[in-house]
Nanobody, 124 residues
Framework: QVQLIESGGALVHPGGSLRLSCAAS????????MAWFRQPPGKERAFLGG????????YYTTSVKGRFTISRDNAKNTVYLQMNNLKPEDTAVYYCAADQLGTGSSIRRDYESWGQGTQVTVSS
């Protein structure tokens, strides 16, 4: 398994942008499909999107498609979540997750490694 550490969470104004990073330690990062989830206050953790290990193709939940972009840099063992046009309802703890040789799932239990999360607050 890899160990994951998220960073980049902050307080931003509505309409602003933010880029989160998720750094992985361990070997063979390039064999992991990586995903981002978020958990708003009092709600369940929900899938946002992911990037596959073998071709870096991306997949997103409908609600963030067009606003959020996931990318990865295998040389740096890091995956990114670029968030644009942020809204108050984007306020949540954001988590990255890893699924070795994953095909691209949106299901939490398919991911074997998780970070501790980073807080994003969107407020004026």
């Amino acid at each position: 398994q890899v160990q994951l550490i998220e960073s980049g969470g902050a307080l931003v104004h509505p309409g602003g942008s933010l880029r989160l990073s998720c750094a992985a330690s361990g070997r063979a990062f390039n064999t992991y499909t990586m995903a981002w989830f978020r958990q708003p206050p009092g709600k369940e953790r929900a899938f946002l999107g992911g990037i596959r290990w073998h071709d870096s193709s991306t997949y997103y939940t409908t609600s963030v498609k067009g606003r959020f972009t996931i990318s990865r840099d295998n040389a740096k063992n890091t995956v990114y979540l670029q968030m644009n046009n942020l809204k108050p309802e984007d306020t949540a703890v954001y988590y990255c997750a890893a699924d070795q040789l994953g095909t691209g799932s949106s299901i939490r239990r398919d991911y074997e490694s998780w970070g501790q999360g980073t807080q994003v607050t969107v407020s004026s």
